[in-house]
């Protein structure tokens, strides 16, 4: 019989809902906060207040596209972390509701377990094992992915995330929260002509912090001689900006795909939006004879139907939460 799944996101400022019937996504909506924008940063008291007036019509429309009624679901997927405790609070809160009223199972999920389950919202997916870079605004990891939901982590950052990077060099030069976009689209217009170091750190972990600094020093050296400095040099700045993080990105899954021998290789997360590493994947991936796995844009950032891919998992093998269950903030509480 088929199993349908209801899933709820809403670890940071997006509040979405998705319906999934064994392992294919029947719908998947999302509602973003453009508020945030005013405060160049989530909010986090704004994020959980802006969940309480979206999860109730996100959840009702993503069960009218899909065309099911609350009665045919049979479990309620949800993320239990990690990410901000006031946001993970309303839709956990929510699932647990609903699960009670309809008497069927809750499955909790973790959120970064979700993003690598995203490469399975579509064709062609990847074959185990598959190594997978995850870049969001608040994480950046390399997992060996052995098995849905088996995976082990081979490296990540010691400081700021990928996603963190782009926004706060954003902030720097002046652009809207989130900048990741901006400076993407921006790059595509420049040239990388201005080198910043690149961290020294062993194994497969990461740091951006130091690139950070880096990047404020430059600038306020560089706007002493000319106040105009960015506005006439932002495009060189944001593709210099851009080639420095995707190379320390690249360098390091790079060398977990040569160690392991492993040649599937896949990027996930918001950053996995970004030309300039989806670019550099498929370049390595030429050099290096790996096939290569990136989800769709709608997949890429925060979204429910990755909680529900990874609820379906967890339903086969009969892992449910029970309705004591409450958020957690950080991935190794999980
Ligand atoms: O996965 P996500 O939606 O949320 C988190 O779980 O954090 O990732 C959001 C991050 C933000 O830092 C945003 O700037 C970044 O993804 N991002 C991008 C691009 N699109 C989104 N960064 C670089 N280039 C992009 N095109
Ligand atoms: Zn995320």
């Known amino acids: 019989m088929a199993v349908t799944i209801l899933a709820i996101e809403s670890s940071c400022d997006d509040t979405s809902a998705a319906v999934i019937r064994d392992g294919e996504v029947l719908s998947n909506v999302v509602a973003n906060q453009d508020v945030h924008k ?25 069960l009218r596209k899909a065309g099911v ?27 647990k509701s609903l699960a009670l009223a309809l008497d069927i ?29 995850t870049v969001s605004g608040g994480h950046t990891m390399i997992h060996k992915v052995n098995a849905p939901l088996e995976m082990e982590l081979l490296g990540q950052t010691l400081d700021d995330a990928a996603g963190e990077a782009f926004d706060k060099t954003g ?17 595509r217009q420049g040239t990388p002509r201005f080198a910043f170091p690149k961290p020294e750190i062993a194994g497969y972990d990461f740091s951006f912090s130091g690139l950070k600094t880096s990047i404020l020093y430059f600038l306020q050296n560089q706007l002493r001689q000319n106040p105009d400095f960015i506005k006439e040099h932002l495009a060189d700045i944001c593709a210099s900006v851009q080639d420095r993080i995707v190379s320390i990105l690249m360098d390091k899954l790079t060398r977990a795909a040569h160690d392991t021998g492993i040649r599937h290789v896949a990027i996930v997360g918001g950053v996995s939006a970004n030309s300039g590493l989806r670019q550099a994947l498929e370049a390595a991936g030429k050099r290096h004879g790996w096939t290569t796995y990136v989800p ?20 086969l093998k009969g892992e449910f939460a029970d309705q004591e269950v409450t958020p957690v903030a950080r991935y190794h509480q999980m």
């Open 38 to 62: 005013l405060y160049g940063g989530v909010v986090p008291e704004v994020a959980s207040r802006a969940h309480q007036v979206h999860i109730v019509p996100v959840v009702d429309v993503a």
């Open 69 to 95: 009624s609350r009665e045919e679901l049979d479990a309620v997927a949800f993320t239990r972390g990690p990410g901000l405790i006031g946001s993970l609070m309303v839709g956990v809160t929510f699932a």
């Open 105 to 133: 199972p809750l499955i909790e999920v973790n959120h970064m377990d979700g993003h690598v389950m995203a490469l399975f919202a579509e064709a062609p997916r990847p074959p185990f094992p598959f190594l997978c870079l």
């Open 171 to 187: 902030k720097l030069l002046g652009l809207d929260y989130p900048a990741g976009p901006h400076i993407d689209r921006l790059a």
């Open 296 to 315: 769709a844009f709608q997949y890429c950032t925060d979204n429910a139907a990755m909680i529900g891919l990874a609820g379906y998992y967890k339903y």
